[in-house]
Nanobody, 121 residues
Framework: QVQLVESGGGLVQPGGSLRLSCAAS????????MGWYRQAPGKQRELVAT???????NYADSVKGRFTISRDNARHTVYLQMNSLKPEDTAVYYC???????????????WGQGTQVTVSS
């Protein structure tokens, strides 16, 4: 059974930094895309950043230049380095992986349980 486990959320002051991590565990054949999404209270879940296994990245305009996504393919782990944080970055951050489980004939999306990021003075 495949699971995504996030860590690294918390409370930070405006202008501060946080680093989120997400590790995929279980029997995995291939991971194609890993990424981060977020959902603020009363808002829809939105894309933050994605990274393909070929190294292509995609960022939301609101985080470009401040957030950096990276991954360790050997460890099935994706990271999100968040700098110059703003109060509007406050949200629950969810890890996502588009992957092919080992004992399956198809790929699918998996989600982590979410980690809270609060930016406040």
């Amino acid at each position: 059974q495949v699971q995504l486990v996030e860590s690294g959320g918390g409370l930070v002051q405006p202008g501060g930094s946080l680093r989120l991590s997400c590790a995929a565990s279980g029997s995995i054949l291939s991971i194609y895309v890993m990424g981060w999404y977020r959902q603020a209270p009363g808002k829809q879940r939105e894309l933050v950043a994605t990274l393909t296994n070929a190294g292509s990245t995609n960022y939301a305009d609101s985080v470009k230049g401040r957030f950096t996504i990276s991954r360790d393919n050997a460890r099935h782990t994706v990271y999100l380095q968040m700098n110059s944080l703003k109060p509007e970055d406050t949200a629950v951050y969810y890890c996502n992986a588009d992957l092919h489980p080992l004992y399956s004939d198809s790929r699918r999306d998996y989600w982590g349980q979410g980690t809270q990021v609060t930016v406040s003075s």
